[in-house]
């Protein structure tokens, strides 16, 4: 729903993180590794709720057509199967896998509603980012049996963890990687390593597409 910083991905790694894995152990470099790999097929998730899930989450992380394939909706369904939550939640929140599925019903029962029948991955662009636009202003309001603020922060949660624990987001937010086992020298505010890049441009002026 907002502007990024200017996108990174594969066309960057001569210069961007992933230029530092000869100097990372094993390790490190095997889990940063296997995010790169392809994933497994969505266990989780039914069709259906794929079909509202994917375009929700491209509007939530503002991604567009070019930006690099940073798997972002099998990632948030491997942790939904393996019930990998955060440790806690809202008390008027379900478990997060019944408030992702309760969610993603309520979004698609909402679009109907207002769109002849369709589902939310059937319509518009603009009609889902103003769909999204109204769910996110009913702020602590009731949506569906669960506060639309409360929803809100689980969705954007899960996409922001699920998207910048990927290499390819790394650059974009001026992230040089892990510094295992070589660390850092430079602690202070506003300083890099010298082994890393600054980060990506910002776009000149992006507004909701």
């Known amino acids: 729903m907002t502007a990024r910083r200017g996108r990174a991905g594969p066309s960057s790694a001569k210069k961007g993180p992933l230029s530092q894995i000869p100097t990372w152990d094993a390790a490190t470099a095997g ?45 948030i369904d491997a942790r939904l199967a393996a019930r990998e939550f955060e440790g806690w939640r809202f008390a008027d929140m379900p478990e997060d896998d019944e408030a992702w599925r309760r969610s993603l019903a309520a979004l698609d029962e909402e679009t109907r509603v207002r769109h002849d029948g369709r589902t939310f991955g059937q319509v518009t662009h603009g009609d889902r980012h103003r769909l999204l636009r109204h769910i996110q202003d009913l702020g602590s309001h009731d949506w569906y049996g669960m506060p639309a603020g409360h929803v809100w922060t689980l969705w954007s949660r899960y996409a922001c963890t699920a998207y910048y624990a990927h290499p390819y987001a790394w650059e974009e937010i001026g992230f040089g990687g892990p510094a295992y086992p070589r660390g850092y020298l430079r602690l202070g ?21």
Request: aromatic share 4%; hydrophobic share 40%.
């Open 189 to 209: 505010r506003g300083t890099r390593e010298p082994w890393e890049s600054p980060p990506a441009e910002d776009p000149a002026t992006e507004t909701d597409r």
């Open 31 to 75: 889990v940063v590794l296997a995010r790169l790999g392809p994933r497994p097929p969505l266990s989780f998730f039914t069709p259906a709720e794929e079909a509202a899930a994917g375009p929700l989450l491209d509007l939530l992380l503002a991604r567009r057509h070019d930006d690099p394939p940073v798997p972002v909706l099998p990632v």
